[in-house]
């Protein structure tokens, strides 16, 4: 019989590592077994992702992306590859070799990290936010402050559902901190309950309101200049010739 155990307190390491750039990736780690998540890692900084990796003595448990991209290449699955261990999407996506697929509310726990993801389609059929701790990774579904969210027009994208998707909001305590997939560079994050009055989209009171957003939004950004071979190349999980990405 075991007596005196005392419990295993968990230390989480949370951390935005793609400083200085547009494209936000996410490293979660148990300091206790030094087992680590990447969320959303892009392909330009593989190389450096990895070097971290190994120098800071961690295990990769897993590699998750919040959605599928098409604005630059992810490095979700080469970096699976690289260090053994799945890649993790919702179960709608179209992407071929994630290996291991979750459906909403799922709650899947990494030697310590207990993780819940929420599908929140709109800006992709299969965007989710992935709930660890206080943090939300929103991806494109949810950006901070005036950044409002992500687009509804590239593929899959709809702006229906992007709008009911909002709901899934509701399931979280406004002190839950929201980490998206893109902000500009040096944006703090802040919590929902922030973004509640900040936000321009979480002040849409219509659906009408919404989409007049997107509209306007769509103007503003243009086309999506690596579409072409960062979409393809993320679904097929090929890389493209590294002249295209870096
Ligand atoms: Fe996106």
Redesign the pocket.
Known sequence: MLKNVKPVRVVMLFEQINQGVWARAYLIVDETTKSAVLVDPVIDFIERDSAMLVERGLTLVCVMNT?T???HVSAAIHLARKFGCPYLMHESTGVSCADLLVEDRQEISFSGLDFTFHLSPG??SDAMCIEIGDFLLT??FLFNGEGGV?RDDLPSGSIDDHWNSLQVLDRFDPEILICP?HDPPGLPESTLGENRTSNPVLQCSTRADYELWQRNEWEKLGEVSRLEYSLPANLTCQLPDPGYYR
């Open positions: 959605h991209h098409a604005d800006h992709t991806g494109d992500g997939g």
